[in-house]
């Protein structure tokens, strides 16, 4: 499946600063595949090391000249390591802190050679193991699970694509049958999610009970690697914090609250545990705003956030959720589902490499994502259906006086009273 990210693949490539690339991006969402498909297609041969399967690779890095490591490498996987013309793939590279160091001598000595590592757990290891780690000598990509467009690549849906972001790009309807084609597709997506191995089941079989026997075993690998570079005392508390994550989505206040993960709960108990899920890449905070000022991560409320999981899919997963709920306008499933849509257009928005946070009046008006466009701060609202009434957008408004404001909801593409309508199935353009 085509992956966005490849374009930085072969931008790096190119770069006539590049340094060592580290791959980052949690487990299954497809560092792997897309690395590995990049190096056949623009290299004479690919050297692929996984420091997981492979252990006895780790003896290779007693002595960090690359010079070295290279010859023992060639001869070891008996291919010829050329400069420009190999890629070279330190795969779970966390499980090797040598190699991880060694990443500097190539950035300093052998730059010719292109070099990439990647590592599920890399995050975690790097802070919490106290690894020696080549600051400043390594580039480095963050990999997301799908996001919609890419799923609608894996649609062959390309002309759907283009008329979307045509219409955003004009503020102009999306013809009604592609409109609705679009809502049909997106509605897939919120079940399906973007992890691809989930997306291949999804578009071979077209079977949702498939579709969650994929997703329920990466929340089993998730819930294994849980027991990596952490304390066995915290271990059932990530445990905890990861499956409270949905729970907390249906609360009509979104806001991440401990005491709701056990009663008396604290930040004290809990925050390890956080840290572990946030530097794992499959949870992410959305922090509160206490002021609309620049820059804006410095008016960022380090005690109040949102938690968010980091694939859509998985998060209907781990609350068992059917196909059903989110066809029909169920009053039960309302408040779970604004969250689940929350936490699509987050994911969206991060994968789109947006700053983003939310605002609060008190207890009168909130706003779900303020980000900067260019030059301009903007609040964005999201609705899950096409009610659109909304009494914190406008207050936000009046205060603030932002170039324009965007509404997320089922709605077609229009722009009224300086409001930018944007369907769900668009938030992929907002960058």
């Known amino acids: 499946m085509k992956r966005k990210i490849y374009k930085d693949l072969l931008k790096w490539k190119d770069s006539e600063d590049r340094k060592p690339l580290i791959l980052q991006g949690a487990r299954q969402v497809g560092k792997t595949y897309i690395v590995n498909i990049f190096g056949t297609k623009n290299y004479a041969n690919v050297v692929y090391c996984n420091f997981e399967r492979e252990q006895a690779l780790k003896d290779f890095f007693t002595?960090?000249?690359?010079?070295?490591?290279?010859?023992?490498?060639?001869?070891?996987?008996?291919?010829?390591?050329?400069?420009?013309?190999?890629?070279?793939?330190?795969?779970?590279?966390?499980?090797?802190?040598?190699?991880?160091?060694?990443?500097?001598y190539f950035c300093e000595d052998a730059n010719e050679y292109h070099v990439i590592a990647m590592g599920s757990l890399l995050g975690v290891s790097v802070n919490?193991?106290?690894?020696?780690?080549?600051?400043?000598?390594?580039?480095?990509?963050?990999?997301?699970?799908?996001?919609?467009?890419?799923?609608?690549?894996?649609?062959?849906?390309?002309?759907?694509?283009?008329?979307?972001?045509?219409?955003?790009?004009?503020?102009?309807?999306?013809?009604?049958?592609?409109?609705?084609?679009?809502?049909?597709?997106?509605?897939?997506?919120?079940?399906?999610?973007?992890?691809?191995?989930?997306?291949?089941?999804?578009?071979?079989?077209?079977?949702?009970?498939?579709?969650?026997?994929?997703?329920?075993?990466?929340?089993?690998?998730?819930?294994?690697?849980?027991?990596?570079?952490?304390?066995?005392?915290?271990?059932?508390?990530?445990?905890?914090?990861?499956?409270?994550?949905s729970t907390q989505l249906a609360k009509e206040n979104k806001k991440f609250k401990y005491s709701l993960i056990k009663s008396g709960g604290r930040a004290s108990e809990f925050s390890n545990a956080l840290e572990w899920l946030c530097l794992a890449g499959i949870a992410n905070q959305l922090y509160k705003l206490d002021q609309i000022k620049l820059p804006l991560n410095s008016y960022r409320s380090l005690d109040d956030f949102k938690l968010y999981m980091n694939d859509v899919g998985l998060c209907l997963a781990s609350q068992n959720v059917l196909f059903e709920d989110l066809l029909y306008d169920n009053m039960e499933f309302s408040n779970f589902k604004g969250g689940l849509v929350e936490n699509y257009v987050n994911n969206q928005l991060i994968t789109n490499k947006n700053n983003i946070f939310y605002w609060t009046s008190g207890n009168t008006a909130e706003v779900d994502f303020i980000t900067r466009l260019g030059l301009d701060i903007i609040p964005i609202e999201v609705k899950s259906s096409d009610n659109t009434r909304s009494k914190s957008l406008n207050e936000y408004i009046k205060k603030y006086c932002p170039k324009y404001s965007i509404r997320i909801s089922t709605k077609n593409f229009g722009l009224e009273n300086n409001i930018k309508s944007v369907p769900l199935y668009a938030v992929f353009c907002i960058k």
């Open 63 to 104: 002595d960090l000249s690359p010079s070295a490591i290279l010859n023992k490498l060639s001869h070891f996987k008996r291919k010829e390591i050329l400069p420009a013309h190999t890629l070279i793939i330190f795969d779970e590279i966390q499980a090797c802190p040598e190699a991880l160091t060694s990443l500097k």
């Open 128 to 245: 919490r193991q106290q690894f020696s780690f080549p600051v400043g000598k390594v580039d480095f990509l963050t990999m997301y699970p799908m996001d919609f467009e890419e799923f609608l690549m894996a649609n062959d849906n390309n002309y759907l694509i283009e008329q979307i972001k045509n219409c955003y790009a004009t503020n102009k309807p999306l013809d009604q049958p592609f409109h609705e084609q679009a809502i049909e597709l997106y509605t897939n997506f919120l079940y399906v999610g973007g992890m691809p191995e989930v997306v291949e089941e999804f578009l071979k079989n077209k079977n949702y009970d498939l579709v969650k026997v994929k997703q329920q075993s990466i929340i089993d690998s998730y819930f294994n690697d849980m027991g990596k570079y952490n304390k066995a005392t915290e271990i059932p508390k990530t445990k905890l914090v990861y499956k409270n994550i």
